[in-house]
């Protein structure tokens, strides 16, 4: 099992709803990212939080939200999301900033988000 | 333009069987490069990491090369298993995270 915990596993919402995804993870890295992923492609980054600063957001629209209340927890807050934003939420962490040297992403599971 | 190219897109192959997956970039400055193995419905896990000085490099059944002259890599897999079903990710680290569109494999019986 992955090290990297994200709930929920599956998300339905509709365009109206307000909803969270949640990240955690206890092996100490100070880097964590949000990644989104569309079937049969590579996962796009989002976010990028270094030590529980924002460092990276890749021209993310408004309607996500990041949130890094500790070292240990990553939230994605969501609010007026489209069809199109359906996919495979990941959440990474790393010991440093990724690209920077041999810190490898440790990606959790995912949560398939649906919106209708 | 995707600076991280891999081939082919998707491949079938008998139980047993080996393969070959190929990586070629264009991004630099190069730190690294990595391939990660994503099963249908998990998150990619890392398999190996290949630096500037690194050729060969093997994790079980999984052997990486990387041509840093060519900026090529490939990750053979031998005696194949109905496990190894999965996207086979590339990413080359530059200042950032370069990712391929990885290469779909399914193993057959």
């Known amino acids: 099992d992955t090290e990297v915990t994200q709930t929920p596993k599956h998300l339905v919402m509709g365009m109206t709803n307000k909803k969270s995804l949640k990240c955690e993870q206890h092996?100490?890295?100070?880097?964590m990212y949000w990644y989104k992923q569309k079937a049969k492609k590579p996962p796009e980054l989002m976010f990028v939080?270094?030590?529980?600063?924002?460092?990276i957001n890749e021209s993310v629209p408004s309607r996500f939200s990041p949130e890094c209340p500790n070292s240990s927890l990553l939230n994605l807050h969501l609010h007026a999301l489209q069809p199109e934003d359906s996919a495979l939420y990941l959440c990474?962490?790393?010991?440093?900033?990724?690209?920077?040297?041999?810190?490898?992403?440790?990606f959790g599971n995912g949560t398939r988000l649906t919106v209708t | 333009k995707n600076q991280v190219e891999q081939s082919p897109q998707s491949l079938i192959i008998l139980e047993g069987k080996n393969c070959t997956l190929q990586?070629?970039?264009?991004?630099?400055?190069?730190?690294?490069l990595r391939w990660y193995k994503q099963d249908t419905g998990r998150g990619p896990v890392s398999l190996t990491i290949?630096?500037?000085?690194?050729n060969t490099k093997s994790n079980g059944r999984y052997t990486a090369t990387l041509d840093a002259d060519t900026k090529q890599s490939s990750l053979h897999i031998t005696a194949s298993q109905l496990s190894d079903s999965a996207s086979y990710i590339c990413?080359?680290?530059?200042?950032?995270?370069?990712f391929g569109k990885g290469t779909s494999l399914l193993v057959t019986p």
């Open positions: 939080y270094s030590y529980e600063k924002l460092s």
């Open positions: 990413v080359v680290s530059t200042d950032a995270l370069n």
């Open positions: 290949m630096t500037f000085s690194e």
């Open positions: 990474a962490s790393s010991q440093a900033s990724a690209g920077t040297g041999g810190s490898p992403l440790h």
């Open positions: 990586c070629n970039y264009t991004v630099s400055p190069f730190s690294n």
């Open positions: 092996m100490g890295h100070r880097a």
